[in-house]
Each structure stands twice: as C-alpha cells, then as structure tokens.
C-alpha cells in the first residue's frame, strides 16, 4: 500500500474540508445577520439542483484514476496520454454545458423555489456564480488524477489551502454587502484559484514525464462508452442525493429547506469526514489491486479498513447523538431544529449509507464499474421512488426512511450479485462483529440519554461525559484490533 499518498491524501481531504466546515458550518450564524432563513432556504434550493448537473462527472474522476493507474503501471505512457487527454476534453466540454445550462434555466430555477421578485436578479447571478464554481470543481477533479498516479500528493492539499483561504475571505467581506452572492463569489473565487494553481502544477508533472497532450476523437468515443453504466449511476446517486434540499424547497417551504438542512448538516459533516478516509485510500487500492492477480482475496489490509470505517460511523453516531441538539441550539438556534426524531433517522442515515459508500469504492478499486454503476442506481431509484411516497405522508422524515430502507435493499442485491462475481466484499464489511458493535453502542446511548435527560447536565458536561466514553471505546477498539495498531505502527516507523 502507498502509505505516503494516503497520509497526503488525508491532508488534501481535510484541506477541502476545512473549507466546507467554514462556510457550511461556523459561518452560518454569521449569514443569518445578513440573509433571511427564507433567502437562505431559497439558495440552498437552488444550488441543490444545478449540484445536479455534476451527473456530467459521471464518475470518470475514479474510472480515470483507476485507468491511469493501470496504465502507468504497466508501462503504457502513449494510452495513458490520450486517454487522459480525451478526459480534459470532455471535461471541458461538460464544465461549458454546466455553465450555459444554469445561464437559460436560471429564471425558470428561481420561479421553482423562490417567490420575492424584489431580490430576484440577486439570486439569478448567484445561481450562474454557482455554476462556474461547479463547472471547476469538475475540472479539478480530473486534473487531480495526475498526481495520483505519480504518488505526487503533497501540493494539491497546499493549493487547496491557500484557495480556500481566500475563498473564505471574499465570503466574509462579500456577504454583508451582497448577500446569498456573497456564499456565490466566495465558492468561485476558492475554485478558480484552485483550477489554476493546479493546471500549473499538472502540466509541470506531464512534462517532467515528458507525456505531451495528444487527443484523439477513438479515445473519447473509448471514455463514453466506459461511462455507459457509470453515468446511469452517477445521475440517479446525484438525483438523490442533490435533489433533496430542492424537492422540499418545491413541495414544502423555502423556510424547511433551512430546517431540513442545518438538522441534518452535522451528520453530512460527519459522513464527509469518514469518507474522506475512504477516499484517501481510493489511489492505494487500486494501485494495489492492478499488481495482483487475486486482489480481492490477496488483500490483506481490507478487514482492518473497514473495520476502522465501522469504528469511526459509530463514534460519529455516538457523539451527534448525545451533543447534537444541544450543539445545534448554540449553533443558530433551537428554532432551526427539525426535532429528536428527524435528527436520529438521519444519523442512521449517516451509519448505514457511508457503508454503502465504501463498498462502492471498493468495487471501483478493482474495475468493477458495471457491479457498482448496476447496485449503486438500483439503490438511487429505489430511494427517488420511496421518496416520492414517503415524501406526502411523513414530510421531512420520509427522506431518511427512503434512504435507509434504500440501503437494505442495496446490500441485499449486492450480496448475491457478489456471488455470480467471486468476490465476496459484503461480507467481510457487514458481519457479527459489526452487529455487536451496533448493540454495544444503542445500549450506551439509551442509558446516556436517560441520563442526560433527569440531570440538568451543561453542555460543557455533556462534552465531557460524551468524549470520554469515545475514548473508552477507543480504548477497547485498540484492544480488539492489536494487529492492525501494530500494522499502522510498523508503517508509520517505516515512513
């Protein structure tokens, strides 16, 4: 395994991270001096749907890592050549797509989820900012497989500090005089200046490995029909998921987008921060399955990964649960909180589709693109359908229902679709000792939350009552996996 990568593709993910957290997260009161919940409802509708229109990545930024990566390994520099360069190609020709789609629709967007015509034209230049800040983002995702491959990690984590700072500084000073085109101008003053220190960056690696740019129009027909099943996939994963804040600002109010979105914002936090454990791993695995014959079987490192994913859902679960309301109220206030029910069926939302998420980069890793693509839009169409009924009886909680029950379903059909295949992944991820956990963990919080419940505990108690059964838990997930401790130990001895 690439240990080095995925330290500096952990740095790079929590980089990215940081951004997210501050104008996702500690930003947000500051907002609401300046923008109405109803304006914010408005945004946060909006941007749902043109995030859904990243269905243009198509999931190419994997397959292409993937690809390049079996490429480079196996001394292929000429295919590697065009077929990254059909990549850029189509990249740029769905980043422009992106842009002029929202330029004709913008009006149309505005009319679904919002109402005040006084503030119209500012959100319409705040939709099309959007835009552009999406179309980067699709840019730099494919521009990031290079160094990837070449295990050049270390500087794109750099380059998404030093954009993401100044992103933030333009929302800051931008917000008070503008508005939601403040959020705008921030998000595409971070990702313009990412996509052009990055451009630099990747066409300094491809000249010091003297590979030249060279399209040929056989090599993107070859990228479009390798997206067949992926991009089904890719629209239907980001149908659901994307749609949500738009489907409720449409058929609910603008004001419970904003209800909707900060109840469940802590759990998305949470999961984006597991995830990026997986994908720090992404490059490693499929590196590692390209030298192996057997891979699945061959790799020793998979029971420990996901048994460390398992541990850290369930901290996750641990600590939204008992603070989370709490944290909320200090946050913007407990008026803006969906309840204790919505809240709970979203952290188990939270535990059970990141499980989903792994397994699906796992079937990436080893060049399973039609398994992942065929389970990943069964679980995306039985989520919009569900949704669509649960939606008008259980309002807002019908969306974590269809997420969860949509997740049993996906790792029913995976199993047996894993049987035809020999691969026999769902196994080694949902097993006994997982369910042990499970119960160990719900018993914990019944009888914490009863506590917390008779007793009058601050919140600075409940922090401290809550991270110390975390490190318990720790305490006695390092006493049961020994010999991963040793493994990490050995590896980080050895770097």
């Known amino acids: 395994m690439k240990i080095k990568t995925i330290y500096h593709n952990l740095f790079g993910s929590f980089s990215n991270f940081a951004f997210l957290l501050f104008t996702g997260i500690i930003l947000v009161p500051f907002y609401f001096k ?13 941007i749902s749907f043109i995030s859904l229109l990243t269905v243009l990545e198509a999931n190419i930024s994997l397959i292409l890592t993937q690809q390049l990566a ?38 149309s967007l505005y009319n679904w989820v919002g109402s005040q015509i006084g503030s119209k034209s500012l959100f319409l230049n705040s939709f099309l900012i959007y835009s552009v800040t999406v179309a980067l983002g699709l840019v730099c ?33 931008t917000v008070p005089i503008y508005g939601v085109l403040g959020i705008a101008i921030g998000s595409g003053i971070k990702y313009l200046i990412l996509t052009i220190l990055l451009s630099c960056y990747v066409f300094k ?14 090599y993107l027909r070859k990228l479009i029909y390798s997206i067949g099943w992926p991009f089904v996939s890719k629209l239907l994963v980001t149908v659901s998921y994307n749609a949500q804040n738009f489907i409720v600002a449409a058929y609910i109010t603008s004001s419970a987008v904003t209800i909707f979105d900060i109840t469940r914002k802590l759990p998305l936090v949470a999961q984006t921060v597991v995830n990026m454990v997986g994908m720090s791993t992404f490059t490693a695995f499929s590196l590692f399955y390209s030298e192996q014959n057997n891979a699945v079987k061959e790799n020793k490192y998979l029971d420990n990964y996901f048994s460390v994913i398992r541990f850290l859902l369930l901290t996750s679960v641990v600590g939204l649960f008992l603070l989370g309301k709490d944290f909320i109220g200090l ?40 398994l992942t693509s065929l389970t990943d839009a069964i679980f995306s169409l039985s989520f919009i359908i569900l949704t669509i009924i649960l939606l008008p009886i259980y309002k807002l909680y019908g969306i974590p229902l269809a997420s969860i029950i949509s997740v049993i379903i996906y790792f029913i059909l995976c199993f047996f679709a894993e049987k035809r295949n020999n691969i026999h992944l769902t196994t080694r991820l ?50 049961r996996e020994k010999q991963l401790l040793h493994f990490i130990y050995k590896k980080i001895k050895s770097n």
Do not use: H
């Open 34 to 46: 300046y923008i109405s919940v109803d304006d914010y409802g408005i945004w946060l509708g909006g």
């Open 70 to 107: 079996d490429k480079w390994t196996n001394k292929k520099p000429v295919e590697f050549s065009k077929y990254f360069s059909a990549a850029i190609v189509f990249s740029i020709f769905a980043a422009l797509t992106i842009i002029i789609s929202v330029f004709f629709l913008k009006d």
């Open 141 to 173: 995702s494919y521009l990031g497989s290079i160094p990837q491959v070449f295990q050049k990690t270390l500087m794109p984590p750099l380059y998404n500090i030093i954009s993401s700072f100044f992103g933030i500084v333009f929302t800051i000073y």
């Open 205 to 218: 690696l491809l000249n010091k490995e003297n590979i030249i740019f060279s399209f040929e129009l056989k």
């Open 331 to 370: 946050w913007v206030g407990i008026d803006k909180y969906g309840g204790d029910l919505l809240f709970i069926l979203l952290c188990i939302t939270l535990f059970t589709d990141q499980l989903r998420v792994m397994l699906g980069q796992q079937y990436y890793a080893i060049g399973q693109f039609k």
């Open 430 to 479: 949902i097993n006994k000792s997982m369910f042990y956990d499970i119960f160990s963990v719900i018993l914990v919080l019944i009888i914490l939350n009863f506590v917390f419940e008779n007793y009058l505990f601050s919140f600075t108690t409940k922090v401290f009552i809550t991270s110390l059964i975390i490190i318990l838990f720790s305490l006695i997930f390092g006493f």
